[in-house]
């Protein structure tokens, strides 16, 4: 079983920054895929971000340039640096982590961007 804990979320103008964290509790931590997801109300949830064990990463198009995901396999932790928000950016952001067929999610954290 793998635990996964974000945090980073809040309230923030559009044009800032803000950067989540994922901390995962999981053996093995680099063999995993990782990833974010958001979901905004009425809409359904969609991939923003993943990063193979590897280092391979790719993105959404409407968050391409702006948004990096990166990990750091010692700490077992994922980040999203998210910069140049916009509001459309607003949903509740999920941590996840797959492998072999399974898959992980987190509690999710929102985020908020305002006008």
């Known amino acids: 079983q793998v635990q996964l804990v974000e945090s980073g979320g809040g309230l923030v103008q559009a044009g800032g920054s803000l950067r989540l964290s994922c901390a995962a509790s999981a053996s093995f931590f680099n063999s995993y895929n990782m990833g974010w997801y958001r979901q905004a109300p009425g809409n359904q949830r969609e991939m923003v971000a993943r990063?193979?064990?590897?280092?391979?990463?790719n993105y959404a198009d409407s968050v391409k340039g702006r948004f990096t995901i990166s990990r750091d396999n010692a700490k077992h932790t994922v980040y999203l640096q998210m910069n140049s928000l916009k509001p459309e950016d607003t949903a509740v952001y999920y941590c996840t982590a797959d492998r072999w067929c399974r898959d992980y999610w987190g509690q999710g954290t929102q985020v908020t961007v305002s006008s």
């Open positions: 990063m193979d064990g590897g280092g391979g990463s």
